[in-house]
């Protein structure tokens, strides 16, 4: 039987939902994961999917040994590694006898990952898919072998960088093929058995027929099938926004140019508004970019400036590379802006400030070397989820965008948390009950994750009701999270202070 203080929950509840956009500190440390890739020289890390039993999956690249390999690896739901997934968390894939590099990555809904990416076949490049059985191994049902390698036409290079999945099973690639002289935006079209898709295009293969040197980076799909996609295109000496559409046919409708601000704009994520809107997202001249179109292509007007939106925040290379409409109608942008970052912008495009650190949220991994933000999801509980590298590392990392507070179970506990009062001056008290004997750990941490003290260390805890006292008094006003962690999960409640 679950006891707690009604009217001391509803007000701690009523309080949490007015700021959202923390990190979360049930996911590694601080909502930080550092991976090690094994021992490679370098390392990058491009994608990331959840499966339907809410692990994620993420994909890149090492490089050892004078040797490219993909990399794909699977995390339990609190940013462990997957032992049951190939070698200990990790498999590492040689495909080709040159460069190659896994772009993108999709789960199906039987748990088979498909990756995406690029692999050399002689003198040219591939688009290159792998799919792999839950366990890692690769699926021998998928082009024989479980890995698909095509040239475009049969004889011209070709990189896929983005990857989407059909409620059909069949698998979307699109990225770009060299031809003779010129680069141009290319999709193809796989059956659930590796096969090229004839239904689509004639052969399973697209090409855009607006002009030259143009390259897709980001797809979506739209409800009725059609295929959206954003990249960038070359106008004389400069690149601008490359945004347009292809029916589930495999034929060409609509195509943009779009210059945002600047002589160099390039789109890196897309994505769809339950009105119809498209949502793009990328990097232009170094600052974040965000634009939103109509459904026919056009420039949305009302929002931002003249469509768009600039963050230049306080150093160059700054690239956005997704974006997700949230339930709330507010837009989240996460890239990398000398840290992970996300931004979150309002309906007509003004910050939303009620969003993390007013309207941001960073995620601060550990530097020198610098590390960069490539890719990021929305998890079906509605979490985010951003990953890159560093040096030879994977980094991942996790944000809360609401708050489920008050009651909350772990693990083999069900601790009923209260803390009270909240705001707090210098002091509160946190009440919470344990059904079983636990060893207990509670850390205070900062919005960014970080331990600021540790009020409980390992304390054998025996079941029933318990009390905590936390001291704020040396410590500055703002948001802080109080942490419970038995060993088996963690669970946080957030308090303030003026």
């Known amino acids: ?34 991976l090690p890739s094994g021992n490679p020289s370098s390392t990058s890390c491009n994608a990331v999917a959840q499966a339907p039993d809410g692990k994620l999956v993420i994909a890149g690249g090492v490089y050892q040994a004078g040797a490219y ?20 968390g990790f498999a590492i894939l040689p495909i080709g006898a040159g460069y190659s590099n896994a772009t993108a990555v999709v789960v199906q809904p039987d748990g088979k990952v498909v990756a995406a990416g690029v692999s050399e076949v002689g003198t040219n490049t591939a688009f290159t898919l792998v799919r792999c059985n839950i366990d890692g191994s690769l699926d021998t049902t998928f082009d024989q072998d479980g ?3 095509a040239l475009f036409d049969g004889i011209y290079s070709c990189t896929a960088n983005a990857i989407a999945l059909q409620p059909d099973g069949k698998i979307v690639a699109a990225g770009e093929y060299e031809g003779i002289s010129n680069y141009y935006a290319a999709m193809m079209r796989i059956n659930t058995d590796g096969s090229l898709d004839s239904t689509f295009s004639a052969d399973g293969q697209w090409q855009s027929g607006y002009g030259t040197n143009h390259s897709i980076n980001a797809i979506a799909l739209q409800p009725d099938g059609k295929i959206l996609y954003a990249g960038r295109k070359l106008n004389g000496t400069y690149d601008e926004v490359m945004l347009g559409r292809v029916t589930d046919t495999g034929t060409s409708d609509g195509q943009v140019q779009l210059n945002a601000f600047s002589t160099s704009d390039v789109a890196y994520g897309v994505t769809l508004q339950p009105d119809g809107k498209i949502i793009a997202c990328g990097t232009a001249s170094g600052t974040y970019w965000t634009g939103r179109y109509n459904a026919d292509l056009s420039t949305d007007f009302t929002f931002g400036l003249g469509g768009w939106i600039s963050d230049s925040f306080s150093l160059n290379h700054h ?23 996300s931004t979150c912008y309002q309906t007509n495009g003004t910050l939303q400030t009620a969003f993390g650190n007013g309207g941001y949220l960073s995620f601060n991994f550990p530097s020198p070397p610098a590390h960069t933000a490539r890719a990021g999801i929305l998890q079906a509980d509605g979490k985010l989820v951003v990953v890159g590298d560093q040096a030879t590392n994977f980094l991942i ?17 069900d601790a009923n948390i209260v803390v009270y009062p909240n705001p707090m001056q210098d002091q509160a008290v946190m009440r919470y009950s344990l059904e079983k004997d636990e060893r207990i750990t509670i850390t205070l941490r900062d919005v960014e994750g970080r331990a600021v003290r540790t009020l409980v260390d390992q304390h054998a805890s025996p079941s029933g009701r318990h009390e905590q006292v936390i001291d704020l008094s040396q410590l500055s006003g703002g948001v802080y999270f109080v942490e419970l962690d038995n060993g088996q999960g963690r669970t946080c409640v957030r308090v303030s202070k003026p």
């Open 1 to 34: 039987m679950r006891q707690f203080l009604p009217l001391l929950v509803l007000l701690f509840t009523i309080h949490a939902e007015a700021q959202y956009g923390v990190p979360d500190p049930s996911f590694g440390i601080g909502g930080q994961v550092i």
């Open 69 to 88: 390999s993909w990399a794909v690896s699977r995390l339990l739901t609190d940013g462990a590694l997957d032992t049951t997934f190939a070698d200990s």
């Open 147 to 149: 890995i698909l390698i």
């Open 319 to 341: 690239v956005a590379r997704s974006c997700h409409v949230l339930p709330s109608g507010d837009i989240l942008v996460s890239g990398n802006a000398a840290q992970f970052t």
């Open 397 to 413: 990392a996790r944000g809360l965008l609401d708050f489920n507070v008050g009651v909350l179970e772990f693990g083999s506990t």
